[in-house]
């Protein structure tokens, strides 16, 4: 999709976004050379702020190709927020489904239209207590799968320091002057897996090759080592529920 082929709510929320985006935040933007300059694609970003859409957005948008972001299908409904996103032409998810392909065709329609799907693999907001890249869930995998569209990895740092994931009170931390650093990778080689069934230990497979790449980015970013393990929310909360339960029986 050509700059020219944005379209007019784009245009328009990039009117409204950027301007507070320049005067707030510093920028640090690499990368732009391996965002596809034609054809679908899927960029898998991390996610540790309710700010980094919009750095990421940011970033996508300068480069000319504009993400389709995934979102869930009660926000379709809001008033304004609902209008931005159908114009802009962000892509309902619909959990309650009961095919997990069904709740990925559109995003599906949008790779074989020559679009850029973007997908959160963490699914939310990290919970890593030093705000890591999570153990991902599959939707990513199971789209690139079905398309063989290039899979960009990108990591982001910066809009949780000016609001940290999951702060008691979402404040902005303006001061002193954040800097918002998007990188984007390579395209990450998932050709091991083309042509074998989507079961489940594929999938997890392919995503786990996926946010390896996208925690490699991000360990660049931050000038640090990534832990072994992603953290993995559901284990956590099974071991402190075990961990309760024993307590509680001493």
Known sequence: MSRRRIGFWYRL?????????????????RGME????????????NHNSYLDPLSYAHFQYNTGRVPRLLAKAALFKAP?????LRGTGQ????????NALDA???????????E??????????????DQWPM???????????????????VAQWGANLAMPPYAREKKLSLFPRKTLQVLAGPP????????RDATPEVLKEATEVIMAAITALLEELRQQPAPAEPYDHRKARAEQRRKSTGEGTK
Do not use: N, Q
């Open 13 to 29: 929320a990039a009117v409204i976004a950027k301007p507070p985006l320049v005067v707030l935040f510093k920028r640090d933007w």
């Open 34 to 45: 391996h965002i596809p300059a034609d054809g679908g694609f899927i960029t898998a970003v």
């Open 80 to 84: 304004f927020v609902g209008m931005i």
């Open 91 to 98: 892509i309902p998810v619909y959990r309650e489904s009961t």
């Open 104 to 114: 990925f065709r559109a995003a599906v329609d949008a790779i074989e239209r020559g």
């Open 116 to 129: 850029c799907v973007a997908f959160y693999p963490e699914g939310t907001l990290t919970r890593d207590p």
């Open 135 to 153: 153990a991902g869930k599959t939707g990513a995998a199971r789209v690139a799968l079905m398309t063989k569209a290039p899979v960009i990895p």
């Open 188 to 195: 990450v080689d998932l050709s091991e897996f083309y042509g």
